[in-house]
């Protein structure tokens, strides 16, 4: 497995904090992540029953067979044991004694935030960025690396993406969805979920998807939650400060990964991808997920949103960096045209205050400024310079 952007970020928390808990979805590569930068800590994995059972029984009798420390693996599995952890690092006040991983489940995560609160650094862990794909082969094409998704055992094992995301989805499915919420009906959360991945890049109407798939407002509203708490989306909020024209507040929706939306949507080959009606949201989604892994791998929260106003005046991505706004447009056409500017320009326009003057992600090859907005592949140029 090749050495993950966040281990520096992990390593630096470790010196600095007696617990790291690092969450993330399920096959991210949590696991692989710690055990390859603390080899030398104990390895526990509380998703076995037989561990999970002794550490039960008698928590305090086994931290004390592990008095430095360990790697403590699928922590959501036995939350109790965080009290006790509390304890032991309370009484030894020493950083670098706990590596906590865990899919991160509203309970869980609260639970560590209340009873680790100022004793463990909290970090995400992603699947693969575009960066670190590059160990596997330098270029990539931006439609099949959609289809191919980021999972870490895809890429390491040349697993085929139709068959890996058939089980991902039925063990999310069956595992963690039934274990947050009561599902009368897997069928009508299967359905809610290919209406979702086809409006990737939309503003959620919450209405909209209810007459669709047939459940209340309220339903859409707890499934969505569910989705965020698993690390299956996340939403991208609209930015609205400074601004003197009325703009929507309602967030748009991502899904983590772009391998397993375009299998939700039946999409199997990039030339199948590159041709769908989707193509542009899957491209954008492809995109905005590089800026969330580059702040999340820093540990920094992602200041990311949107613009667009009453009159459709859009732009796809504001990053939020040493307090200044980076208005992003991201087209999936490999031909530059200056429509593509107008979204950054009004942006600028509306602005009340300053403005970074903006970048364009498209999918040519060519690289330049026009009116003082440099345009950029992301897969030749990156992201690096933006933040």
Same mark, same amino acid.
């Given at each position: 497995? $090749?050495? !993950?952007?966040?281990?520096?970020?992990?390593?630096?928390?470790?010196?600095?904090?007696? #617990?790291?808990?690092?969450?993330?979805?399920?096959?991210?590569?949590?696991?692989?992540?710690?055990?390859?930068?603390?080899?030398?800590?104990?390895?526990?994995?509380?998703? =076995?029953?037989? #561990?999970?059972?002794?550490?039960?029984?008698?928590?305090?009798?086994?931290?004390?067979? &592990?008095?430095?420390?360990?790697?403590?693996?699928?922590?959501?599995?036995?939350?109790?044991?965080?009290?006790?952890?509390?304890?032991?690092?309370?009484?030894?006040?020493?950083?670098?004694?706990?590596?906590?991983?865990?899919?991160?489940?509203?309970?869980?995560?609260?639970?560590?935030?209340?009873?680790?609160?100022?004793?463990?650094?909290?970090?995400?862990?992603?699947?693969?960025?575009?960066?670190?794909?590059?160990?596997?082969?330098?270029?990539?094409?931006?439609?099949?690396?959609?289809?191919?998704?980021?999972?870490?055992? $895809?890429?390491?094992?040349?697993?085929?993406?139709?068959?890996?995301?058939? /089980?991902?989805?039925?063990?999310?499915?069956?595992?963690?969805? !039934?274990?947050? $919420?009561?599902?009368?009906?897997?069928?009508?959360?299967?359905?809610?979920?290919?209406?979702?991945?086809?409006?990737?890049?939309?503003?959620?109407?919450?209405?909209?998807?209810?007459?669709?798939?047939?459940?209340?407002?309220?339903? $859409?509203?707890?499934? &969505?939650? #569910?989705?965020?708490?698993?690390?299956?989306? #996340?939403?991208?909020?609209?930015?609205?400060?400074?601004?003197?024209?009325?703009?929507?507040?309602?967030?748009?929706?991502?899904?983590?990964?772009?391998?397993?939306?375009?299998?939700?949507? /039946?999409?199997?080959?990039?030339?199948?991808?590159?041709?769908?009606?989707?193509?542009?949201? @899957?491209?954008?989604?492809?995109? &905005?997920?590089?800026?969330?892994?580059?702040?999340?791998?820093?540990?920094?929260?992602?200041?990311?949103?949107?613009?667009?106003?009453?009159?459709?005046?859009?732009?796809? @991505?504001?990053?939020?960096?040493?307090?200044?706004?980076?208005?992003?447009?991201?087209?999936?056409?490999?031909?530059?045209?200056?429509?593509?500017?107008? /979204?950054?320009?009004?942006?600028?326009?509306?602005?009340?205050?300053?403005?970074?003057?903006?970048?364009?992600?498209?999918?040519?090859?060519?690289?330049?400024?026009?009116?003082?907005?440099?345009?950029?592949?992301?897969?030749?140029?990156?992201?690096? =310079?933006?933040?």
């Amino acid at each position: 497995m $090749i050495p !993950r952007l966040i281990s520096d970020e992990l390593q630096e928390a470790f010196k600095e904090y007696p #617990v790291v808990t690092v969450f993330g979805p399920r096959q991210s590569g949590k696991t692989t992540l710690v055990r390859m930068n603390f080899p030398d800590k104990p390895y526990y994995s509380l998703e =076995e029953p037989d #561990v999970r059972l002794a550490v039960q029984a008698d928590p305090r009798g086994f931290l004390q067979g &592990i008095p430095e420390g360990a790697i403590l693996d699928e922590v959501q599995r036995l939350p109790e044991l965080l009290s006790y952890i509390q304890g032991v690092v309370d009484a030894k006040s020493q950083s670098g004694m706990f590596i906590l991983t865990g899919s991160h489940q509203p309970e869980v995560h609260q639970a560590v935030s209340q009873t680790l609160a100022g004793r463990t650094a909290i970090l995400t862990l992603l699947p693969f960025s575009v960066g670190e794909l590059k160990s596997y082969r330098e270029k990539w094409d931006p439609f099949e690396l959609i289809v191919t998704g980021m999972f870490p055992r $895809i890429h390491e094992e040349g697993l085929k993406p139709t068959r890996f995301f058939n /089980g991902y989805l039925q063990t999310y499915v069956e595992r963690d969805v !039934r274990a947050l $919420i009561n599902l009368k009906d897997l069928r009508l959360f299967q359905h809610f979920l290919i209406l979702l991945a086809g409006r990737i890049g939309q503003v959620i109407n919450y209405a909209s998807l209810s007459n669709d798939v047939g459940v209340s407002s309220t339903t $859409i509203k707890n499934w &969505i939650s #569910v989705l965020k708490a698993s690390f299956i989306i #996340v939403e991208l909020p609209p930015f609205f400060e400074n601004i003197g024209k009325r703009v929507i507040r309602s967030p748009k929706i991502y899904f983590t990964d772009t391998g397993l939306a375009a299998h939700l949507l /039946g999409i199997v080959t990039g030339d199948q991808a590159s041709r769908d009606p989707l193509r542009g949201g @899957l491209y954008e989604n492809l995109v &905005i997920l590089e800026f969330f892994k580059a702040h999340l791998n820093s540990g920094k929260r992602p200041d990311l949103y949107f613009y667009r106003d009453t009159h459709g005046n859009e732009v796809d @991505l504001i990053v939020k960096s040493r307090r200044k706004l980076i208005p992003i447009e991201i087209k999936s056409a490999a031909t530059f045209t200056p429509q593509f500017l107008k /979204g950054i320009e009004r942006f600028r326009k509306a602005m009340e205050g300053p403005c970074e003057k903006g970048f364009v992600f498209y999918g040519g090859d060519r690289r330049m400024t026009v009116r003082d907005i440099q345009v950029l592949n992301m897969f030749t140029d990156g992201i690096r =310079e933006i933040l």
